[in-house]
């Protein structure tokens, strides 16, 4: 299995693809805004070249930035302390500087990375199943939404579902986001939230996902309190944040996993 620090090495070379940048970038302690570029390897949601893209590792923020904004947008990381950039009334100081591009924070979102220390398969009342692709198919449906991605669904590569009876109650699935990192998102049935199924498929998920090679990374909007709960109780921890505008964006927003909103 991985170590902490290869899995947190891995997922800040791919931020560094995301952001067009270098790994080393994300542990200096001064700001980096570079010039966002298209490229092949980044996660397959990602709209690339970024209009503005923020990204901590806790260091630092690196700007991935269209070339017209490169001096507004470290005017505006000199001018305010790290996690204040990420939050009000800095970010309306951030969409005064989008709007004559058209832009506006949209995207708002803390991702979380698992500690192979804590992460253990955790017990489920119900039984599990592992699925892989061609389990998916009759379950492209909204109660599953968080855990399938109907518009991608070439990349959910895999998932654990708990059953009651015959009847599919819960939901882990992740997609192939990129070549090494696998999201998870989850969903459990109304009815059966509360009794730790989401916390049981996500970190036997994870588990999954490490034993083929992949690291597996998890998503939560700051306000989703109960997904970042799932998260921790699941043996993950924040690594990282990150913040997207994009033209035609309106006032900040929350929805990180880009349709992933976890139910428990």
Not at 109 to 119: G, R
Not at 131 to 146: I, K, V
Not at 169 to 189: K, R
Request: charged share 20%; aromatic share 8%; proline share 6%.
């Amino acid at each position: 299995m991985l170590s902490n620090s290869e899995i947190l090495a891995a997922a800040m070379r791919q931020s560094a693809i995301d952001s067009h940048c270098s790994p080393e970038d994300f542990l200096k302690e001064e700001n980096i805004v570079a010039v966002s570029r298209p490229a092949p390897l980044a996660r397959k949601y990602l709209e690339l070249p970024y209009i503005c893209n923020l990204v901590s590792y806790g260091n630092n923020i690196v700007a991935s930035v269209s070339e017209k904004l490169i001096v507004p947008i470290k005017e505006y990381l000199d001018k305010y302390p790290i996690e204040h950039c990420f939050e009000t009334p800095a970010l309306y100081a951030l969409n005064d500087i989008l709007a004559p591009h058209g832009a506006a924070v949209k995207f708002m979102a803390e991702y979380f990375l698992p500690d192979v220390s804590q992460l253990r398969p955790l017990p489920c009342l119900y039984e599990t199943r592992i699925l892989t692709q061609e389990d998916f198919a009759p379950l492209y449906r909204s109660e599953w939404s968080n855990a399938l991605c109907t518009d991608r669904r070439h990349l959910d590569v895999l998932g654990i579902g708990a059953y009651d009876g015959g009847r599919l109650i819960g939901l882990a699935g992740c997609s192939a986001d990129c070549g090494t990192m696998w999201q998870i998102g989850i969903d459990v049935l109304p009815e059966y939230r509360r009794q730790g199924i989401a916390s049981a498929l996500t970190s036997r998920l994870a588990l999954e996902i490490l034993s083929r090679g992949k690291v597996p990374f998890y998503c939560a909007a700051w306000s989703n309190i109960r997904s970042v709960r799932n998260a921790i109780k699941s043996g993950f921890r924040p690594a990282w944040a990150d913040i997207t505008a994009r033209a035609g964006g309106s006032a900040p927003c929350r929805s990180p996993c880009h349709g992933r909103r976890e139910r428990k």
